[in-house]
């Protein structure tokens, strides 16, 4: 059983209302145990809402309380993506979970590479909050690209 980016499966929760469809994962879902997952709602945010990168590191930076997830309008949502992360932890932890596959660059499931905090679309090595959260407890985390990669 794994964890997985609710928006690969196609339900509508990323920043902008939409998803990260692909058909992979959806053949995956009616296969094998996957849990869809969405951090961000968790944390108890909406879609569509503003997009957001962690300013000032990663989301090692954010759990250690150095950095922060703020959104494009400078509103700081750090909270929310903190108690998102948490929630899937447990949800993880209760259900025995120890891989998951991830949607890269995101401020929650970022595994690898998230943005840079500028919303210019630079990319920087790190993980975001969730993904960070969940290796720390030693679950294994991949993103998609790498996880489609390793098919062929």
């Not at 150095?66 to 108690?83: H, P, Q």
């Not at 025995?96 to 970022?110: L, N, T, W």
């Amino acid at each position: 059983m794994r964890l997985i980016s609710a928006c690969l499966c196609g339900i509508n929760c990323k920043y902008n209302g939409k998803n990260n469809y692909n058909p992979v994962f959806e053949d995956m879902l009616k296969k094998e145990q996957l849990i869809p997952i969405c951090p961000e709602k968790m944390g108890g945010l909406y879609a569509p809402r503003s997009p957001c990168e962690i300013w000032g590191g990663t989301g090692e930076q954010v759990l250690a309380g150095k950095a922060r997830v703020i959104s494009n309008e400078g509103r700081d949502l750090t909270a929310a993506f903190v108690k998102g992360a948490e929630k899937t932890l447990k949800v993880a932890i209760d259900l025995g979970i120890k891989e998951a596959i991830f949607q890269s660059r995101s401020p929650s499931c970022g595994c690898g590479y998230i943005y840079d905090g500028t919303f210019s679309s630079q990319l920087i090595k790190g993980d975001g909050v969730t993904t960070a959260l969940l290796r720390r407890h030693g679950i294994k985390v991949i993103n998609e690209a790498d996880y489609l990669s390793n098919l062929l």
